[in-house]
């Protein structure tokens, strides 16, 4: 071990995430391999661990001969700040060498808050942050994950991003790496080569002009880029690579678990939720093989607890049957499965009771709005009525603890709206009392409310997002109504979500915010401990830029946002009348009850398996 | 059913494993085997599984233990060959046998402890350890459990140590107390540090080399 090293990982807290070697970490012989990557999440190593991304990203890029794929996370503040005073630059955990040295730099990026952390990595590697600072092809530095769907705010940072699932456009993008690597190709003519795989944005290669009001004017594509970038998928599930056999760290992540992921996409169409846009169309994994993989991956792994993963687990066709068969090689390992994601309106207690052994802790539902008319104006398509009977059910069951999540500032919300959110916690209140099995251990009702963002390529992505003041006075106005003792109510004071309402649908300018922030000290923005809110507003206002712009204003339908020229398969007629619907108050069915055309499906060239 | 007990090494990135961290893997790596470990009785059934001496975060071991019950009836033959194919780096599995004495039979620990001096060893830092160590009493502040700071002298807890010298580095070989108090070894570097400061090195690495029972007999 690096003697350096050595020196501060006593100093540390966990060093243990800093070490590499867990079971199943991937060495290869640097001698024997001719693309070295460094894959890069923007935050801890107990966040990145726990994303299924990275470790499917991970076999598959270690799965090509010839390069050898390893693992960057971003120290926590101590091991940077002793990091930074031994002068050790980032370093890839299998190897221990420093990233700077590697050929290509890849980060997952989930969420906004970490393009901060993105930009420290870099910093820390001795990389240069702007793309046009690098002239050399290597390192190259590479960005994939759900926030990439609007990468402008880091546009200047990255030479490329990967929009979609990365299984495939990663082999494809490696591969013609390689050929440049060999042909001796300069970055300009492996950017303008690169551009034509699916998937892949190259930033550089379009310029961006806006009108005085500061709203885009055009997207113009250069050198031979396409109009649009259409993002990548798997189409078939049943094809795609699954990590049966995947590290299993040595210190305790935040997901210390296998997840078993059943489908993509959601059939749902919450009009709020990214995720159920921008992951469509729904693809099935086939029964057969979701219980292959779970005992490969339990039998591997040594774990002795499952998530069975997806955006609404309890949407699965088969899900009962799957849980059916996987129930006796549970029973012999002593695995406990965990349904996250279940919905409160198709929720079987039996299931639940089956899989959860003894332990009855809280169960978690999201009704997101008050009265049934937000509900219905955001496409939530979930009853009060079926809220209360799975509460019924899981009271009667022996559960004694339920969560209930809401947002504040949904488009079309009253102060009425906000006051039933104290009606739906009475009314649960309500239904333990005449439930419950067992009344003297009490019960406890927990309601959590966050800020509602909106973001882009959603119906919501025209909408403000409310401001501080006015969160602030609804989180008033409903604790005054939540008066019970059994029903706590919890809201966060969190400025993140206001930033990261800012970042979401950001232009390119705030490529110099980032920049700014950066320099003034922004990492681990996504961690209270870290974010600083002045410290971001000090940076928009050395640039000229007002972030309520981009959070607090009301977009109309014809104006070209700053993501216009991304395109993820559902179309944007379609994201208009979803709008429009949830200021008409009408919903849209679910897509497995009728299809209601939102193009995605072009992406599989067939129906979806909703 | 059986008792087992392993005897492994903990080194290099392992060593930064802490003490649960090391346990939950362990957890892992029998099912792995196909060993099904015995779990407690009760409303949360844990694996039985302890960890016989805890080792320091940072330090390293020729030879810790760990007691495990499963529900095989197997004297450990094949066990260390079977979990070193799927062990963290760092930690090897030299032997698995079955539980033949109690744990608190483990009196001694004999540990390699050795003082870093990026500056080259000042002179006389040998003599002057010799001679710290052989007062009737060292004070070096402790952290309890419960995170208070207490005095405790190393010295009735420090059976034998020999100090030797090679270039940037001082070596001692050290015998000391292992349980019940035990003495961690790396308290011997405070404890110079904060009686002669002129002899602080820069860092200190301690290594346990082999375990005794009062009698000084090899413990396994």
Redesign the interface.
Known sequence: MDKKLERILPRVQKPARYVGGEYNAIMKDKTQVDTRVAFCFPDTYEIGMSNLGMRILYGVMNNMEGVWCERCFHPWGDMEEEMRKAQIPLYALESGDSIGEFDVIAFSVGYEMAFPALLNMLDLAGVPLRSAQRDALTPLVIAGGTAMYNCEPIADFLDLALLGEGEEQIVELLELYRQAKREGWDKAAFLRRACHIGGVYVPSLYDVSYHEDGTVAAITPRDGAPARVRKRIVTDMDKAYYPSKTIVPSTEIVQDRITLELFRGCIRGCRFCQAGYVYRPVRNRSRELCAQYARESVEDSGYQEMTLSSLSTSDYRGLVELCDELEPFCEQKHLNLSLPSLRADNFSMALMERLQKGRKTGLTFAPEAGTQRLRDAINKNLTEDDLLASCRRAFAGGYSAVKLYFMLGLPTETDEDVAAIADVAAHVMHAWRESASNKNRGVRITVSTSWFVPKPHTAFQWEPQISIEEYERRVALLRERINTKTVTYNWHPSPTSFMEAVLSRGDRRMCAVLEAVHRKGARLDAWEEYFSLPRWLEAFAECGLDPHFYANRSRAHGELMPWAHIDVGVSESFLMREHDRCHEGVTTPDCRSQCSGCGANCLIGRACDG | MAKLRLLFVKE???S???H???M??F??????GGLELR?SQG??PHPLISIVLPLP??QSSDCELLDFEVEQDIDGTGIAEMLNE?????LRVRSCYRVQRPARELALLRARLELDYDGGVPPGTTDALRELFSREEVLVEKRTKHKELTQLNVIPLLRSVEWTQEDALVRADVVVAAQNPGLNPALLASALTAALPQYAP??A?VRRIELYDAEGTVFR
Do not use: E, K
């Open positions: 290099a990135q392992a930064y494993i802490s649960l961290d090391l939950r893997t957890q892992r790596v029998f099912p792995r779990h409303f949360h975060v940072g799927g062990l963290p780096a760092g820069d860092f690495r």
